[in-house]
């Protein structure tokens, strides 16, 4: 069965400063991973995923993530971030057969002006 | 991306009532699933509904708690029955994609049962 350890649970970071939100997973099989956003009262919005081919994935609003295999991680990095980006995020995982996603416990960022 | 609306947005409830939650794709999907997202924690799969068989649920649910409904290929119902406050919670129904790898969320529906 598969996991996913978010290993944050909030992280505060000043506006346009870098953030890495980490996310690691654990699968006996191959595995398909995505990030999901969450705006305050609002539903969940896919950022990115990665399903196979090159390891470096780009989603919207900046954002991109790096699916290491051997360290079993996928960490999401935005190089500047804004007031905008305050939200929940997800780290999600899901096995080859796709019909059951697994959602970590969420980090919670915090832009300070 | 499809387009999922739910309903209510929000609800007050007493306990011991029930509430269906309506949920609305503008596309035809396969897969649907029912998310409980309880104060401050991730999301937990309640069932996955498939359209024509019955619902299937996950360990701790069950269908006399959460009776699920899937008419056709773009709407589901979710009852919550019988509640009580530990039942209060965001209620967020999803449909797979075409290949069910990742899923769409409507916007949730914001249960308080008093």
């Known amino acids: 069965a598969q996991s996913v350890t978010q290993l944050d649970s909030q992280v505060p970071v000043f506006e346009e400063a870098p953030v890495e939100l980490r996310c690691n997973y654990s699968?006996?099989?191959?595995?398909?991973l995505f990030w999901y956003v969450q705006y305050p009262n609002q539903g969940l919005q896919l950022l990115l995923k990665y399903l196979s081919g090159s390891t470096l994935v780009k989603g919207i609003n900046g954002f991109e993530a790096e699916f290491n295999k051997s360290q079993t991680s996928f960490h999401l990095r935005k190089p500047s971030v804004h007031i905008s980006d305050t939200a929940e995020y997800f780290c999600?995982?899901?096995?080859?057969?796709?019909?059951?996603?697994?959602f970590g416990k969420g980090t919670r960022l915090h832009i300070l002006p | 991306s499809a387009v999922i609306s739910q309903k209510p947005s929000r609800d007050i409830c007493q306990r011991g009532t029930s509430l269906t939650i309506q949920c609305q794709v503008d596309s035809q999907v396969t897969m649907m699933f029912w998310y409980r997202q309880q104060p401050g924690q991730s999301l937990t799969l309640i069932a996955t509904?498939?359209?024509?068989?019955?619902?299937?649920?996950e360990s701790g649910f069950v269908i006399d708690k959460f009776p699920i409904s899937r008419p056709n290929l773009t709407f589901s119902t979710l009852t919550v029955s019988n509640m009580s406050p530990e039942d209060s919670s965001i209620y967020l129904c999803s449909v797979g994609s075409g290949g069910a790898y990742e899923q769409y969320f409507g916007p949730g529906t914001r249960l308080t049962v008093t």
């Open positions: 999600a995982v899901s096995d080859w057969k796709g019909d059951k996603i697994i």
């Open positions: 699968s006996s099989v191959s595995v398909y």
């Open positions: 509904a498939n359209q024509g068989s019955e619902a299937t649920y």
